[in-house]
């Protein structure tokens, strides 16, 4: 049997596992959809300018919590071991866990989505680049939060440590204001985040106004994001289990 | 599953692993034939968890060679994996899964057929006599179920090779003594097994052949008889005597004690033979009118005697046969 088939076995336990409480599902969602609220009551005529970014807000904080979760709760109980002791390469255990993350963080997304859609009225003028921007962020968040469980042991050093990267990286990617609006010192930091270029996927998808005029161009830097994730969290992995 | 027979389950040769400079294994060599359950005995800290987490791929190696089955551990760990089944020190299935949908997770994780895997988990419960607790989840399972089920799990893919860590710690004598009976069971069905444990007794009981590691060599290697009568010569008495003597006046008059030491007022005596020790410890009172107030056997810990094998290992005289 393929590794790819034990990476979707691994992802199916877990999500049998810890999603189906129905606290962390609730919690994901509460924030963003007060926050979006506010926004809406204090201004129902642009409340579209933030809802992408409050999406990929919601999409940055699940996928990074909930692979910080799967990998340093087995590492505190020992159960982690039984991965590194079965025949799977590690590419293979961090792919699992990151799917089974990936596929949390773009659950609650689109809830909130299809929410603010039904409630509120949002539209998707195009939903690939929307799907795309999600299904992009969604593994390179995870990744990260993969990434930092395995540098720590504790689910709280986990959060402390992702908690660093999260606040920053959402002050400045444009996920609040629009990059065109960003101060002039800000925006060239702007570009080096990987979450600039989801909100932008989400913001073409969502009203269709973007820095970018086309898809192309923060899809593939988002996939180069993927890739260096990918080899970050194989790095660290590796690093954590030769230890 | 079957690789080449002539070569042995498990090769080690000249392992080595430091922990930040400190050496937990210093040269660890020796070999596990086909079919054989080999017990590799040493007390706590000796290196023998250090030993199955480099075999099982857990830990890198600082140097050395080791195959299983003839598969290069370093070279091919996922397929050397494959071959063995490992039960850790710590009881370590998912607590939230029952014990059924544990044994079904690990068959998809060592990619069993999914008919295969029903069938397995059934027949392996009902094996360890669990059935009735198929349904419930690990954690609500007794401690001695715990251990039962992560043996079971072990054997999902029916490994050529398992490894036991201390399979009995913390089970009372009945569990254990169960336990010892399945381990005997998987063994005489074709598992080469190899097993640690600091309990002298389990190894004699269970083995063909012991392996004693201390302090990160192995010093000592026979079957369980060759072993006990190593240990036997490591007889110890303590008496208490009322009146003026001393350890070599006690050395000189009994044949039988070898060394003698002053522990507050009792000697504690290093003997040959425990029975003749006594009686010529009585006799030499009597004939010095003097009162034992009293006279009981201290025969060694098993650590103790694990000290005194790696002291006649460091003076030349022992060592692997
Ligand atoms: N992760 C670690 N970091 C540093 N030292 C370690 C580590 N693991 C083990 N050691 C040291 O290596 C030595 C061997 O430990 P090991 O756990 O292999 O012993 P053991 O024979 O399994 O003992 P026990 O019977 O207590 O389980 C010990 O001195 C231990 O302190
Ligand atoms: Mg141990």
């Given at each position: 049997m393929s590794q790819l088939h034990r990476a979707l076995f691994i992802s199916r336990k877990d999500i049998r596992s810890y999603y189906g409480k129905p606290p962390l599902i609730t919690w994901a969602l509460l924030f963003p959809a007060v926050l979006m609220l506010a926004i809406y009551v204090r201004n129902p005529e642009n409340y579209l300018n933030s809802a992408p970014g409050i999406i990929a807000m919601t999409l940055l904080f699940g996928n990074t919590s909930m692979a910080a979760i799967v990998l340093t709760f087995e590492k505190r109980t020992g159960t982690l071991q039984r991965l590194l002791l079965a025949p799977v390469s590690s590419g293979t255990i961090i792919l699992g866990k990151s799917l089974s993350a990936m596929l949390y963080g773009i659950a609650t997304s689109l809830v909130l989505t299809l929410g603010l859609m039904l409630?509120?009225?949002?539209?998707?003028?195009?939903p690939a680049p929307f799907i795309l921007g999600l299904l992009l962020g969604g593994g390179i968040f995870s990744l990260l939060g993969l990434t930092a469980a395995a540098l720590v042991r504790e689910v709280f050093e986990a959060m402390t440590l992702m908690n660093f990267i999260r606040f920053p990286i959402l002050f400045i990617?444009?996920?609040?204001?629009?990059i065109e609006s960003l101060p002039a010192w800000l925006k060239p930091i702007a570009f080096i985040s990987p979450m600039t270029y989801v909100v932008e996927l989400l913001r073409l998808g969502a009203s269709?106004?973007?820095?970018?005029?086309?898809p192309l161009i923060p899809a593939l830097i988002s996939l180069a994001f993927l890739a260096a994730a990918w080899k970050l969290t194989v790095f660290a992995f590796r690093r954590q289990a030769g230890q | 599953m079957k690789t080449e027979h002539n070569l042995a389950a498990i090769s080690v040769r000249g392992l080595r692993k430091n922990y930040k400079g400190v050496?937990?294994?210093?040269g660890v060599t020796f070999d596990v034939k086909r079919g054989e359950l080999l017990a590799y005995l040493g007390p706590n800290g000796a290196g023998k968890t250090t030993t199955i987490n480099i075999l099982s791929g857990l830990l890198p190696r600082d140097s050395g060679d080791l195959a299983v089955c003839g598969v290069d551990v370093a070279k091919a760990p996922v397929r050397v994996k494959q071959l063995i089944g490992v039960v850790p020190e710590e009881s370590n299935l998912?607590?939230?899964?029952?014990s059924r949908g544990n044994l079904l997770y690990v068959g998809e994780l060592y990619g069993l057929p999914r008919a295969k895997r029903a069938l397995i988990a059934d027949q392996i419960l009902d094996q360890f006599c669990l059935s009735d607790k198929s349904?419930?989840?690990?954690?609500?399972?007794?401690r001695g179920m715990k251990r039962r089920l992560t043996i079971a799990a072990a054997l999902v893919h029916s490994p050529e090779v398992l490894f036991l860590d201390e399979p009995t710690a913390g089970l009372d004598v009945q569990s254990a003594r169960q336990l010892r009976a399945h381990v005997r069971n998987i063994n005489q069905r074709g598992t080469t097994v190899l097993l640690t444990t600091h309990n002298l007794l389990e190894a004699s009981e269970l083995c063909t052949r012991i392996l004693i590691l201390i302090k990160g060599r192995i010093v000592a290697e026979g079957s369980a008889s060759e072993i006990a009568e190593r240990l036997d010569k490591a007889k110890r008495l303590a008496v208490k005597l009322s009146g003026d003597v001393d350890e070599a006046q006690l050395r000189e008059h009994c044949p039988s004690v070898m060394g003698a030491r002053l522990e507050g007022d009792t000697f504690i005596l290093d003997v040959i033979d425990t029975h003749s020790a006594i009686a010529e410890v009585v006799s030499f009172s009597e004939k010095r009118s003097l009162q034992i107030v009293h006279i009981r056997s201290a025969t060694p810990s098993l650590e103790d005697t694990f000290v005194k094998i790696l002291e006649e290992h460091d003076a030349g005289d022992g060592g692997p046969r």
């Open positions: 409630l509120l009225g949002m539209r998707l003028a195009s990617s444009g996920v609040f204001v629009p269709g106004n973007s820095y970018f005029a086309s | 050496p937990a294994l210093d998912y607590p939230e899964l029952t349904n419930m989840p690990f954690r609500t399972l007794s």
